[in-house]
């Protein structure tokens, strides 16, 4: 495994005339996720003319641009005089959201399987999943899917051999070295530990995704069905907030 | 209000799309011939990016209730008007009462979009982060989140004052079986060998019929990467021909997730976009590489031919000499897009068969 992370200098790969792909390392890791989410909030306090939205993903980010208002080749020099800004923008508020998680039975079907797989005790399992916190590197897949990294190695899990036709909705899940949560249901390979009664992806509320890309999220252990129905009815009537460190 | 008699294939409310929320993994969405939407627009008064309907293969049976303008752009459909042949690219006047079907493609693009001066609106059409374009997996944005159903209803806006209609599209697009698409290579052009490179650009692919909003999935000649088709996720674009293990390239549309793991080849520049979206299953596209400065140049062409329709939704100024429409141009040579008395004196030039004659106007109020 290559140890160098970020990029001295950023690596420039046009996306056709009205995107541009920023590639800042070469793989997934916090230091390389970081440097992409600050060199985005340092380019939006910028304000340049013409820039639509920026995208970021594990270890680069694409801006969307109007090429009749600003050229690629200025666009790539003014990313490039910034690269070497260190201080990291105030705009940058990254915050760590608390989900609680209904671990087991019903909730996560291959808890057991898992379980079995990493010769753990279903409560050790749950114990390594809720203690860490993991940086949402990017969202991506499905509307409000994060993507997790930081997972205990005691528990990385081959995905299912034959991938679900239908994941419910709020399923907190694990495969290789990823974990993740199914904001709506829908299909998918890996394997189910727990779940979560709040909606992480509302498309109608004006923040519609519980967390942001560089916001961090810890998994806490609900302690029963009464407790998740109770902040399921909450969340589902827009009156659960979740807990923010 | 109209009513929708019968939905067509697939009829979805589509807007620009959906901008500043890929960053949460959600789809840009939206019209995928975006100039097309425009120009229906434009055409019928509208803001640019007032809802449209998109209209694919079959188009939809649709009663007007009131007096409207409506125009229909995009891919010929075979638009009728009370059985009677309308044409794409410009303003049509409907009455109360008239019924407007499409009796089906005709080689000439697939996508239609249909717009009426004021856009639709009503309950049931609601913007969603920021768009009112439908997102059919996600089952929101649009007409409550779906495809325009058999008996559904839909409520027209407020229409542009002293909105006159009569505009046209000049020279507008065609679309046929046999298109080059033009590319810039890019973002990982570096993962192929060069003979997928010159494959890519050599052969011929065909437009297989599983393609969607979400892509184009292209049958040909395998594009073959030098370690492997994986990349660590990463983002996408309108356009861009992503290219899984099986080597067979899939371009990207509005509907394409936000973040993908393949390698991406190279982009379709954004001046054929509409070239892309109105591709039909079954023919045959080609690809070309240009430079980004040439894909700008393209791209600001394209645009000029819709700003005449652009500044205050009207043509410029125009007489007609013998049934000729002849443009009239200000004091500093540029089009008059609008009578200004005080300031400008406008001119235009007439010709009698051998020779030009520049011509004054005065023009009273």
Not at chain 1, 15 to 43: R, T
Request: hydrophobic content about 35%; aromatic content about 8%; proline content about 6%.
């Amino acid at each position: 495994m290559d140890e160098t992370t970020v990029n001295i200098s950023p690596d420039f790969a046009p996306m056709g005339d009205s995107a541009l792909m920023v590639v800042a390392g070469n793989n997934i890791s916090v230091e390389v996720n970081q440097k992409v989410q600050n060199m985005i909030s340092i380019i939006k306090v910028q304000d340049w003319p013409g820039i639509k939205e920026i995208v970021p993903t594990y270890s680069s980010f694409v801006i969307h641009f109007d090429p009749l208002i600003f050229s690629f080749d200025g666009l790539t020099e003014c990313i490039a005089d910034l690269w070497e800004c260190k201080e990291v923008s105030e705009d940058t508020n990254t915050k760590t959201v608390l989900i609680p998680t209904l671990y087991g039975s019903d909730y996560g079907l291959d808890l057991e399987s898992v379980s079995a797989l990493t010769n753990l005790s279903v409560e050790e399992v749950i114990g390594i999943h809720s203690e860490t916190e993991y940086l949402v590197y990017a969202l991506g897949f499905s509307p409000g899917f994060p993507y997790l990294g930081g997972l205990d190695s005691r528990i990385h899990c081959p995905r299912l051999e034959t991938p679900r036709i239908s994941v419910p909705k709020g399923s907190v899940a694990i495969a290789d070295y990823q974990t993740g949560v199914y904001p709506v249901s829908s299909p998918g390979g890996w394997r189910l530990i727990g779940q979560t009664p709040v909606t992480m992806f509302d498309p109608n509320r004006s923040h519609p995704s519980i967390v942001n890309p560089g916001d961090y999220i810890r998994f806490v252990p609900i302690s029963s069905e009464a407790e998740y129905e109770e902040i399921f009815e909450m969340s589902s009537n827009g009156t659960y907030e979740v807990q923010v460190l | 209000m109209i009513e929708i008699l019968k939905a067509g294939t697939l009829t979805t409310i589509q807007d620009a799309g959906r901008s500043g929320y890929q960053e949460l993994g959600v789809p840009e969405t939206g019209a995928l011939d975006k100039f097309s939407f425009r120009c229906a627009n434009l055409l019928t008064g509208n803001h640019e990016n007032t809802p449209a309907m998109e209209a694919v293969l079959f188009g939809p049976e649709i009663k007007f209730s009131d007096d409207s303008f409506i125009a229909i752009t995009g891919g010929d459909l075979s638009p009728t008007v009370d059985g009677t042949e309308v044409n794409l690219w410009e303003t049509l006047l409907v009455s109360a009462g008239s019924i407007l079907s499409f009796s089906g493609p005709t080689g000439n693009g697939i996508r239609s979009y249909v717009s009426i001066a004021g856009g639709f609106v009503g309950d049931k059409i609601r913007s969603v982060m920021g768009s009112y374009s439908t997102y059919l997996p996600g089952g929101f944005g649009g007409y409550g989140g779906r495809a325009l159903k058999d008996g559904d209803f839909l409520n027209i806006g407020i229409a542009k004052e002293n909105f006159a209609g009569e505009l046209v599209l000049e020279n507008p697009p065609s679309f046929g079986d046999d298109e080059t698409l033009r590319i810039i290579l890019g973002p990982q052009d570096g993962m192929f060998t060069p003979a997928a490179i010159q494959t890519l650009t050599s052969s011929s692919y065909e437009v297989t019929p599983n393609s969607d909003r979400m892509g184009c999935r292209l049958d040909g000649p395998m594009l073959e990467h030098l370690e492997g088709p994986d990349v660590i996720s990463d983002g996408t674009a309108f356009g861009v021909i992503q290219v899984p293990g099986d080597g067979k390239p899939i371009i990207l549309l509005s509907d394409r997730g936000t973040t993908g793991g393949y390698t991406k080849i190279a982009t379709v520049i954004s001046a054929d976009r509409s070239k892309l979206a109105q591709l039909i299953p079954g023919g045959n596209i080609n690809f070309e590489v240009v430079s980004q400065g040439k894909a700008v140049n393209l791209l600001r062409d394209q645009e000029e031919l819709l700003s005449s329709l652009l500044i205050d939704g009207r043509v410029p100024l125009n007489i007609k000499v013998n049934g000729v429409r002849v443009d009239i141009v200000d004091d500093e040579d540029q089009p008059a897009m609008g009578i200004n008395v005080k300031h400008v004196t406008y001119k235009t030039v007439v010709s009698d068969g051998h020779k030009d004659h520049q011509i004054e106007l005065e023009i009273a109020e």
